[in-house]
């Protein structure tokens, strides 16, 4: 989503006359646009404004956006006196006017969360760089995980109207695009009523989406178990656009854990979800979250989330060291787990996660698939692709071009991508 609203914030200030800058440095304007989901991510912000700092003791104009604006406000600017504009998730189509005043010399902080969205502010998307695009359709968060601070600096869960969203894809696919990946923090809960007043939910959105002509493809990220319908499943057996690769965070293994990280899922629930989904798309790529050293998790804990990896069987996923947030319930919570215990359980966990990644690749190899074409390979001529499984597929491009859909046999397998050669050319 920070990549979409990045977008987003060039778009606008590129419709007020700005263009891109090669380098920080000698920009007249920086835009750092911040996560706080962890604390490694919030304190990065802090040394890449110090580096942006001339030799002569002065810097470019320094907006800082994003949710560590969110969650901190003015106080950056009091530790870091060289930033000009702190401004929110839900405020940057004021991005304009804050430049307007930084350079007045005013003070420049905006942390509202406006009634009015900001999509209403923002320019229509021009032509795409590349055949795929974001598309934000829902933000923010009403779940409340004790150890996470989305709902504080993306605010309540709000979804975008049908309409909106028709518009959009269609501006996104007059420009170039080919593939749509859906955004929200809990996308498969959007909700809105169509053209005729009936109400809608993701899956009656990806429908009315893979009737466009021109979008080839359709991908979502990132769903909650408890919001995984069966008519999103069913889109998953019968729109032949929705790509068969499906995000869902279980975070831990425990159903202890669970309960007290407030997810609202048991292990159980989840892997009945995960065979639900299974059954009407049997080749579905599955990938998923984990936190590992929630407060209180024991050694028995830590094996429930291994087993449920063992048992659910990933193509992909992110872990991660437990990261106490301020104001978060979690944070005040008795038994953190020392660093050490951390670290020795996140290496088990990537270590299983990194081979079934390899074990998923490995079993591609000999599948016949189309791949769409998003940039240049390393060596020459080279093309790279993705598979309908978000694998990355290297060709020969000779003969073809960026956005093509070209369909491949895949004949090997890497840790990170694999081969493909060309059988025939499926779409230009
Ligand atoms: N510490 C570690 N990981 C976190 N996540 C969210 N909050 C925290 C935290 N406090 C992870 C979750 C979520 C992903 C986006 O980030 O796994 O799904
Ligand atoms: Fe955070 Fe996701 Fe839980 Fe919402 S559902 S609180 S975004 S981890």
Request: net charge negative.
């Amino acid at each position: 989503m920070n990549v979409y609203d990045g977008e987003r914030i060039g778009e606008l200030l590129g419709a007020r006359g700005l263009t891109a800058a090669g380098e920080g440095e000698d920009a007249d304007l920086v835009v750092l646009n911040t996560c706080h989901i962890r604390e490694k991510a919030a304190e990065k912000v802090y040394s890449d404004i110090g580096r942006l700092n001339r030799k002569d003791g002065s810097s470019p104009m320094i907006a800082v956006a994003g949710c560590v604006a969110q969650a901190e406000g003015e106080e950056i600017s009091r530790r870091a006196p060289s930033v000009d504009i702190v401004v929110g998730p839900q405020a940057y189509h004021r991005l304009p006017d804050l430049i307007a005043r930084a350079a007045r010399g005013e003070a420049a902080v905006d942390t509202d969360m406006p009634a009015i969205s900001k999509f209403d502010h923002l320019p229509r998307r021009p032509t795409q760089p590349r055949p795929t695009a974001f598309l934000s359709v829902q933000e923010g968060c009403d779940k409340f995980c004790t150890y996470c601070v989305v709902p504080y600096t993306r605010g309540a869960e709000i979804s975008r109207p049908w309409g909106d969203i028709i518009d959009e894809a269609k501006a996104l696919v007059d420009g170039g695009a080919r593939e749509i990946t859906l955004l929200g923090q809990n996308v498969n809960a959007w909700t809105s009523v169509d053209d005729s007043g009936r109400k809608q939910g993701l899956d009656g959105l990806i429908r009315a989406l893979d009737a466009l002509t021109g979008l080839e493809r359709i991908r979502y990220t990132t769903s909650h178990p408890n919001d995984m319908t069966q008519g999103l499943i069913d889109a998953h057996a019968d729109v032949a656009a929705l790509m068969p690769y499906l995000h869902l965070p279980v975070q831990s293994g425990s159903s202890r854990m669970l309960k007290a990280m407030n997810r609202s899922h048991s292990r159980e629930s989840y892997l009945e979800i995960i065979a639900r989904v299974r059954q009407a798309r049997p080749d579905i790529a599955i990938s998923g979250d984990f936190i590992v050293g929630f407060p209180g998790e024991s050694d028995a804990d830590f094996e429930d989330t291994l087993s449920i990896v063992r048992e659910t069987g990933y193509a992909a996923a992110f872990s991660f060291k437990y990261s106490p947030r301020p104001g978060t319930p979690a944070a005040e919570m008795d038994d953190q787990i020392p660093a050490e215990v951390m670290n020795e359980r996140l290496q088990r966990l990537q270590a299983l996660l990194a081979e079934q990644s390899q074990a998923f690749n490995a079993a591609s190899v000999g599948k016949t698939c189309a791949i769409m074409l998003e940039r240049t390979g390393r060596k020459p001529g080279q093309l790279i692709g993705k598979s309908p499984w978000l694998q990355s597929v290297h060709i020969d491009g000779a003969g073809h071009a960026i956005g093509d859909l070209v369909e491949v046999e895949l004949v090997s397998a890497g840790p990170n991508s694999l081969a493909g050669v060309k059988t025939r050319k499926v779409a230009a």
